[in-house]
């Protein structure tokens, strides 16, 4: 069955490019009666335990009431492995989806971590964050750092095996590394030691504004991204009444979080990986401009052609992605 739900708002415009209907494209269906069904619900990788294979893979909820939890990732060699000293860098990895769509069971991302876990080496634990319009940003950050306070207590033989809790880096993809870059903001106040931050990585990281920018018009109908569809997830997403021009979508607008300001603090190093055949381009080279003026250590990886989500599309950049995640975090230590 198809997941049903309702909603706080009535059916948004799309008029930017009407020959593509973003709910359809998003496997959306407002209904009469406000709710949405997410066709979307229907796909899903079952986690794992077969010894034949080479990443074992299990789900846990960390707040019933919320519904939300992770998916521990962590490869079979780690848990043959004899040696107590072989610890592994832990990943919370955040997935994509506008804010609005998506799982840590979406086939995508579940491929994605799986092939992490063999080629970096490391611990992922995927957040099973809140989706809106149900629950609007900043629900999905706050899930961040209720996820933060749940590793911290070693919750699992993985965790507390295998996983190094002073070398974690919290990991996003689009939408996923929006959550990533605010972070250090949300967890300000919050104490999670153990674990120790080293820093951010952030993949093709979903930002806006209301102003145009050129990579956003040149591609306006893109085939993965089209523009309405972005405007749409952040419609969706944003908290009610708010536009793109919230700080949580547009890096260049007066930040009340500062979120920069405390990576600078917190001292993280930071990772944007982008191409230039995404709509969000000229997004991320925003980001990257801002944090050096910041005085941030940032390494940025941008491609030549490529789409948004080329990572989770196309196991060739995948595999070279995870080649450079490696390096990163290797230059670190």
């Known amino acids: 069955m198809a997941t049903t739900t309702t909603a706080e708002n009535t059916k948004p415009a799309a008029a930017i490019n009407p020959v593509i209907d973003p709910f359809s494209y998003l496997g959306m269906v407002f209904n009469v009666d406000g709710s ?77 971590c799986s092939l992490m876990v063999v080629q970096v080496p490391v611990l992922i634990v995927s957040v099973d964050y809140r989706l809106g319009p149900e629950h609007r940003l900043p629900a999905a950050y706050l899930d961040c750092v209720e996820a933060l306070q749940w590793i911290k207590t070693l919750p699992h033989e993985w965790i507390a095996k295998f996983g190094d809790l002073s070398n974690c880096y919290i990991m996003g993809a689009s939408a996923g590394g929006n959550i990533a870059y605010h972070a250090p903001a949300f967890l300000r106040d919050v104490e999670i030691s153990p674990l120790k931050i080293k820093g951010t990585i952030l993949i093709q990281p979903f930002f806006g504004g209301t102003k145009r920018t050129e990579s956003e018009l040149i591609l306006v109908k893109d085939k993965v991204l089209p523009l309405n569809v972005n405007d749409i997830m952040w419609d969706l997403a944003l908290p009610v009444g708010a536009d793109r021009d919230h700080e949580y979508c547009n890096l260049m607008v007066e930040s009340e979080l500062g979120a920069c300001d405390w990576i600078k603090k917190l001292g993280w190093r930071v990772m944007v990986q982008g191409c230039d055949g995404d709509p969000l381009l000229d997004r991320q080279v925003e980001l990257v401009k801002l944090m050096q003026q910041k005085g941030i250590e940032v390494v940025s990886k941008f491609d030549e052609a490529g789409c948004h989500a080329i990572e989770v599309l196309d196991p060739s950049n995948a595999k070279a992605l995870c080649l450079a995640i490696k390096d990163f975090i290797s230059s670190a230590a």
């Open 36 to 112: 949405i069904t997410r066709e979307h619900g229907l796909l899903g990788t079952r986690t794992t335990f077969d010894p034949s294979l080479p990443v074992f893979t299990e789900d846990i909820t960390f707040n019933t009431s919320n519904n939300t939890g992770v998916r521990l990732y962590i490869h079979r060699k780690s848990l043959e492995s004899t040696s107590s000293n072989e610890r592994l860098p832990v990943f919370i990895y955040f997935h994509g989806g506008g804010f609005i769509i998506g799982s840590p069971a979406s086939p995508v991302y579940h491929d994605f």
